[in-house]
């Protein structure tokens, strides 16, 4: 990013809070039924008041048409240009159920798979193995696998076939190749390094599988082998204290937000459920930090699950809660989405997401409604999420003067 | 830039006439009182009917949340990257007060401080000297250092404690450490050469800091002795002419401005003092160039002070002179500023700036004021203001078609 050629040089520090509100996949799509979107259709005083009294626009999460997934859309809205940090499959994986990671651990998606006395792949997913014998297998494989050549192998369920796998040691490489053949009905692959410093990985590896294998042998199920992919560490971001000059905290309930905040160094609370134990929490630690991302799962979770009301239902939940937070006056608030997930669609869109900043130092749009259509008109224009960090800064003042 | 890459090859020359009017720190905030800006509170009827006639739009002088300094707010304007071509502190401070610059010379930014009898700055300000003060040390400096080493050496008042100093000679660089300890109570430092060639420019300038103590010490002063920053050279731009094919003259009366249209090649017409000078002199040279860059600076000045009346006042001081500039019939008009510079904020800032723009070939929106929330509903949208040069090359049809 071009700011980052200058955001040393300008960047400063002051006791300006500011508050980034982010409703995951918020924006939506009209329903053909009425002509609406869910952000039209839902009853939201209190979003709307936010939209009247601040500056409103779209924002695109990472390039126009491009669907993204939470990682770079989140990046993007931390003010990180979210395809120069890409962050591994594997890193998302792991985040996503919540485990720890060191710098110089590998994280690994992987799969239960089926496979015949010839070792050829007969089913990818080993029949979708219910969650509950996934756990199963995972702790046997756990208490048989602990280590192999001093690299710790931490094995987890993520959901029925699914599983992530971290390995922390010294001298691991993300350069290696998947032993998924891609398609049933070819052999297993080895796992091969692709660099050079990769063969001791490769090998690592090779043998976890192989001992699995085994393992599994010993079982009455159908998952015999398991298929490895996303091999990735923690990718490079300078930390958000070191770049901004702030103090972060994330407010979150889900596991992937959370990790993604630590990925850019913000301090993460634990313990949280509802968006009631996030707005507490957010009261309680105010005086602490100057910069809190709270995430909100629910409009995300009935878009993803195609239910419409549900998500007009997610929107109005939190608009309901607006007033819990508006009293604590920050310098700055932002409430925008990470992306875009249209009830009709079932998944997240490239669609750019309302936005909405209040801030002393705005002129205040006429827009009066938060929705996609009327902050459309907005004075912020259609931006680029991964700019909405630098506006925020700005009106917290905490940018100084580029050039004289 | 981009169009870097393809400018070449399309730009051609015509006798199509430009006339870019930058209204210097334009863009407001409202007044809390009112609820309206500078120039929603201005009368200002030529001003809205440019608006009325042209495409309106908001333009980002640099970046978003980015605010800018004169220096890459002009480049910008100038069609040039300001974050590629950053222009160095010593060389603003030099344009600011009115000196020369050649290609080959360094200027500084200088300030005098006060030093104990060990050398530890107790003040690096010096007491903020009376700029009279500061104008005789420089006399007595002036007639003792002259040149060292073949370096010709010359020294000028700024104001207070501020100093310009330009060296002249051969095999200078601006690679050299400051010499100023930033805090007080440390040591005045020695000038250390950065890299391998700037041995001989740290040479000379310790020469002239040593001499400049010494002649500081027989004066009744605070300003005991000197530190420097900003070091810096002419950096390497493209001339206006080479690039655009235009003949480019600045009508401009402060220093800073006719210098950063110097940098660019641009003719620069002396003498000027008042807006009024400047629009005779416009009239007057309307024969002789095709690209005429007229500046007005009285809106940033009041802007600066935090006086919303004078800035209301010298909108509509503008407002009144455009009659005598409009029968002049530009092919192309833009009427812009460089930045915003807020009465509220008594400083420049990163909020994006209404522009008009008038030609044959636009497509007349339907904004018919010139100000910040109406010019953000225009078809121009919100855009770089390094885009709006090749706007205007477009539109006096100087650019032909990329590609086949």
């Known amino acids: 990013m071009q700011i980052e050629k200058i955001l040393k040089d300008i960047v400063k520090k002051n006791d300006k809070k500011i508050l980034l509100l982010v409703m995951d996949g918020l924006g939506g799509l009209p329903d053909p039924a009425t002509g609406?979107?869910?952000?039209?259709?839902?009853?939201?005083?209190?979003?709307?008041?936010?939209a009247r009294s601040g500056m409103c626009g779209l924002s695109v999460p990472v390039l126009p048409g491009i669907t993204p997934g939470s990682g770079p859309a989140h990046l993007s809205l931390f003010g990180y240009d979210p395809i120069e940090h890409q962050i591994g499959r594997g890193v998302l994986e792991v985040l996503g159920i919540g485990m720890e990671m060191d710098k110089?651990?590998?994280?690994?998606r992987g799969n239960f798979a089926t496979i015949d006395e010839n070792r050829i792949v007969t089913d990818r997913r080993a029949g979708r193995i219910p969650t509950e014998e996934n756990r199963k297998l995972v702790q046997i494989l756990q208490e048989k696998i602990q280590s192999i050549r001093d690299v710790q192998i931490i094995i987890r369920t993520v959901k029925e076939h699914r599983l992530a796998i971290l390995l922390k040691g010294r001298n691991l490489s993300p350069d290696v190749s998947e032993n998924d053949p891609q398609k049933e009905g070819f052999p297993l692959k080895k796992v091969v390094s692709l660099k050079k410093d990769a063969d001791f990985t490769a090998d690592v590896l090779n043998e976890f599988l192989t001992t699995a294998e085994r393992v599994l042998a010993g079982q009455n199920t159908k998952a015999r082998a398991i298929l490895l992919r996303g091999f990735s560490g923690i990718p490079a971001i300078e930390p958000f204290e070191k770049r901004y000059l702030l103090k972060p905290v994330c407010i979150a309930s889900y596991p992937m937000y959370k990790g993604l905040a630590k990925l850019v160094g913000m301090n993460?609370?634990?313990?949280?459920?509802?968006?009631?134990?996030?707005?507490?929490?957010?009261?309680?630690?105010?005086?602490?930090?100057?910069?809190?991302?709270?995430h909100y799962k629910k409009t995300d979770s009935a878009g993803e699950d195609g239910d419409f009301k549900r998500k007009v239902?997610?929107?109005?939940?939190?608009?309901?809660?607006?007033?819990?937070?508006?009293?604590?006056?920050?310098?700055?608030?932002?409430?925008?989405?990470d992306h875009s997930t249209p009830s009709i669609l079932r998944s997240h869109s490239w669609h750019p997401v309302p936005t909405a900043i209040i801030s002393q130092n705005i002129i205040p749009d006429d827009v009066s409604s938060f929705t996609e259509r009327a902050c459309?008109?907005?004075?912020?224009?259609?931006?680029?999420?991964?700019?909405?960090?630098?506006?925020?800064?700005?009106?917290?003042?905490?940018?100084e003067k580029f050039g004289a």
């Open 36 to 50: 609406l979107t869910e952000l039209e259709t839902a009853k939201k005083p209190n979003l709307d008041e936010i």
């Open 104 to 108: 110089t651990d590998i994280a690994i």
């Open 268 to 294: 993460v609370i634990g313990g949280l459920e509802t968006i009631d134990d996030e707005i507490k929490t957010l009261n309680e630690v105010y005086g602490d930090y100057d910069f809190f991302y709270l």
């Open 313 to 337: 239902a997610a929107i109005e939940e939190f608009d309901g809660k607006i007033s819990r937070i508006k009293h604590l006056k920050f310098d700055v608030m932002c409430l925008t989405g």
């Open 376 to 399: 459309a008109k907005g004075m912020l224009g259609i931006i680029n999420a991964k700019d909405i960090m630098y506006i925020l800064l700005a009106n917290s003042l905490k940018l």
